[in-house]
Structures are given as structure tokens and as C-alpha cells.
């Protein structure tokens, strides 16, 4: 069993950043791969960015270039560096471990971009 404890969020304005952090208990950290979702009021929840094991990353087009997904192994912890925030970027965010056949997910937390 994985638990991820998601920490960061808030309110920003337009073209500010935020950093969101995601920790993962148990040993195995290093071997699951790791990614970030958001939902919007009345829409699906999609991928926003995800990274591997090995530090493989890929990217949501509406964020390339502005988010950075990255991993602290020792720290079993995951990170979504989010810049030049858009209003269209305001959603519940989760962040998602995926290994050994299962999946786990954070409890989600509020970005809200507005000015």
C-alpha cells in the first residue's frame, strides 16, 4: 500500500508560479512511475505531466514549456514546478503512483489562477 500526502496549491495570479509537492510512503519509491492530473469543474481529470524512475519525463501540450515535473528519490517525493499560470490552468491536482499493477492517488489540492 502507497500513500501520498500532496502539499502546495493555492491561489496566484496570472503569471505567477506555484510549486506542488507530492510524498510517497513506502520503500519502492524509486521504482514507480509518478505523474500529476488535474480536473476542472465540469471537465475530466487529464494528465499533466509524468516522470519514470529514471527521470524520463513527458508533458501535457498545454503545459509544455511552463511546468516542470521532477523527483527526489531519496526523498520518495514528487514536484510540479508550474510557471506563467493561466487562468485555464485552475483545477484540483493530483498527483498518481503507478507500479506493480496498481495505482495510488494523493488527495488532491486547489490551484486557482485569478487575478
Known amino acids: 500500500q502507497v500513500q501520498l500526502v500532496q502539499s502546495g496549491g493555492g491561489l496566484v495570479q496570472p503569471g505567477g508560479s506555484l510549486r506542488l509537492s507530492c510524498v510517497a510512503s513506502g520503500s519502492i519509491f524509486s521504482s514507480y512511475v509518478m505523474g500529476w492530473y488535474r480536473q476542472a469543474p465540469g471537465k475530466q481529470r487529464e494528465l499533466v505531466a509524468v516522470i519514470t524512475g529514471g527521470g524520463t519525463t513527458n508533458y501535457a501540450d498545454s503545459v509544455k514549456g511552463r511546468f516542470t515535473i521532477s523527483r527526489d528519490n531519496a526523498k520518495n517525493t514528487v514536484y510540479l514546478q508550474m510557471n506563467s499560470l493561466k487562468p485555464e490552468d485552475t483545477a484540483v491536482y493530483y498527483c498518481?503512483?503507478?507500479?506493480?499493477?496498481?495505482?495510488?492517488w494523493g488527495q488532491g489540492t486547489q490551484v486557482t489562477v485569478s487575478s
Open positions: 498518481k503512483a503507478l507500479g506493480g499493477g496498481r495505482q495510488y
